[in-house]
C-alpha cells in the first residue's frame, strides 16, 4: 500500500510542498542525512523509500531494535564496495535510532562524515533528548506530524481499492458512519488505519450471509475504543502537561478540562497532575485569589482519600476552580527577584536593629539596639528598615488589580502613606527642636 511517487505521499506538506525545503531536494536528489522524527504511521519509513527512489541510491533498511553495530558494518562494507564498482550510492535507513545508545551512535560518525552512506534515521522520540550532539550536527532534523482526518480517509479509500475490490466504491465496501470510524481509531496513524480496516474485512469475510457496507457497529465492536496516545515518561508526557499548565493560566475551562481528561485517559498518576495544580496556585494565581491553593490542596487530599476514578472528579474541580480564578504572577516575580538579589549579595550583614541579642556581649556589641516593637505603635506599625544597607529602597512586589490582590495592593499604599506621615511629623519635631 506505500505509495511510490511524493505526488501519491500523504500529508506531510509543510515539508513536501511547492517550495519546501524537503520536497525540493528529493526532487533534486541532493538528500543529505537527516532524522525523521515524528509519530508512528506519518509516513517517515515510506518518505525514506521515496528518497532512495528519487536519487537512485541503494535503500537498506535497518532496525536499531533488532540489529546491532556489527550489522551497521557489515551494510558499511557493502556500501563502500557499491560505491566504488557500481558508483552508487546507499542509504542506510535506522528505523527507531533513538533505541542506539551513544557509543552506538557515534558508530554511524565517520562514515555519515566520509560520504559512504546517507544516513535516515526515523524517531518517534525528541531527537534533541534521545541523540547525541555529534549525530545531530551531522543530520538535519525534519519533524513529521500525525495525518490529518482526510489524509486517513484516502488511506483507507486506496487501500479497499487495492485490495481485491476494484469493482465495488469504497462507499459500498464501508458505510460513511464506518468510514469515520476507522478514522477516529487511527488517531493519525495510517499503519494503524491499514491494520484496523484489514481486521475489519477479515472479520466479515469469516461472517456467513454478511451484508455490504460494513457498518459503523461492525467497526466499533472489531477495534473497540483506540488507546489515547500518551506516553507517561516520553515527551506526550511534558507536551500534554504543559498543555494543561498553558490552558489553566489562559482561563480556558475547555482547554484544561480536556487535557486534564487526556493525560487521566492515557494513565497519568492523578496525584501528579494534584501536584502540578499546586504548583500552578502558587505561580499563576498567587494573591489574587489565595483559596486557590487550599482548593488545589484539597483536590490532592481528596484524591488521596478516594482515589480512582471518585478521586479524579476532585481534581477536575480544582482545574475549573483555577482556571476561573483571577490570575497574578507577581510573587513569583517577586521571589524570582529576591533570590537573584540573595544570589548576588550572599554575604550582606544584617542590620544591628534587627538582630537576636541573647548574650550580654551581644548587647554591647548593638545586637537589637534601636528595634522598635511592631505592635506599640498605631495600627501595628512603624517605619524602620530591614534590608541590608545595599539593597535599602528595593521594590520587588507590585500587586495588580486582580482579585484579592488588589485588596493586598490597597494596604500597601496605606503603610506607605503612613511611613510618609510619621516621616513628616518626625521632621517637624526635629526642627521644632
Known amino acids: 500500500m506505500r505509495p511510490t511517487t511524493l505526488e501519491d505521499f500523504l500529508g506531510q506538506e509543510h515539508l513536501l510542498g511547492p517550495g519546501r525545503a524537503l520536497g525540493e531536494l528529493i526532487r533534486r536528489g541532493d538528500v543529505g542525512s537527516c532524522i525523521f522524527w515524528g509519530p508512528p504511521g506519518s509516513g517517515k519509513t515510506t518518505l525514506a523509500r521515496l528518497v532512495a527512489n528519487y536519487t537512485d541510491r541503494h535503500f537498506e533498511p535497518f532496525s536499531a531494535v533488532t540489529e546491532g553495530v556489527g550489522r551497521v558494518r557489515e551494510i558499511i562494507g557493502q556500501a563502500e564496495e557499491r560505491l566504488k564498482y557500481e558508483g552508487r550510492g546507499t542509504i542506510l535507513f535506522c528505523d527507531e535510532i533513538h533505541r542506539f545508545n551513544r557509543a552506538q551512535q557515534d558508530a554511524f560518525l565517520p562514515w555519515v562524515e566520509n560520504g559512504i552512506i546517507t544516513l535516515i534515521g526515523a524517531t518517534t522520540e525528541n531527537p534533541s533528548f534521545e541523540l547525541t550532539a555529534p549525530l545531530l550536527s551531522r543530520c538535519r532534523v525534519f519533524v513529521f506530524e500525525p495525518l490529518k482526518d482526510e489524509h486517513v480517509r484516502l488511506v483507507i479509500e486506496r487501500a479497499i481499492a487495492k485490495s481485491g475490490n476494484e469493482t465495488r466504491e469504497a462507499g459500498d465496501v464501508l458505510a460513511k458512519e464506518a468510514t469515520e470510524a476507522l478514522v477516529t481509531y487511527a488517531q493519525g496513524d495510517a499503519r494503524r488505519a491499514l491494520n484496523g480496516l484489514e481486521a475489519v474485512l477479515n472479520h466479515v469475510a469469516n461472517v456467513s450471509r454478511f451484508s455490504f457496507p460494513v457498518s459503523r457497529e461492525t467497526v466499533v465492536e472489531v477495534l473497540e475504543r483506540p488507546l489515547p496516545v500518551y506516553d507517561k515518561s516520553g515527551e506526550q508526557h511534558f507536551n500534554l502537561i504543559s498543555a494543561l499548565h498553558k490552558a489553566v493560566r489562559g482561563s480556558d475551562v475547555e482547554g484544561s478540562l480536556y487535557w486534564l481528561a487526556r493525560m487521566l485517559a492515557g494513565g497519568e498518576d492523578p496525584l501528579y497532575i494534584a501536584r502540578r495544580l499546586v504548583r500552578i496556585a502558587a505561580e499563576d494565581v498567587g494573591l489574587a485569589d489565595p483559596r486557590a491553593m487550599a482548593v488545589a490542596l484539597g483536590a490532592k487530599d481528596a484524591y488521596h482519600f478516594l482515589g480512582s476514578p471518585e478521586g479524579e472528579l476532585a481534581v477536575a474541580e480544582a482545574v475549573v476552580y483555577l482556571a476561573t480564578a483571577p490570575k497574578s ?41 534601636g528595634y522598635k516593637y511592631a505592635h506599640a505603635f498605631e495600627h501595628a506599625y512603624v517605619p524602620q528598615e530591614y534590608l541590608p544597607e545595599v539593597l535599602r529602597g528595593a521594590s520587588w512586589y507590585q500587586p495588580t488589580d486582580s482579585g484579592f490582590e488588589k485588596t493586598i495592593g490597597e494596604r500597601m499604599a496605606f503603610w506607605q502613606k503612613l511611613k510618609e506621615r510619621i516621616a513628616r511629623e518626625t521632621g517637624n519635631e526635629k526642627r521644632e527642636t
Open 329 to 369: 504572577n507577581r510573587v513569583y516575580t517577586a521571589f524570582a527577584q529576591a533570590m537573584d538579589a540573595a544570589a548576588a549579595h550572599p554575604a550582606a550583614a544584617v542590620p544591628l536593629h534587627i538582630r537576636n541579642a541573647p548574650t550580654p556581649l551581644m548587647e554591647e556589641l548593638g545586637y537589637g539596639a
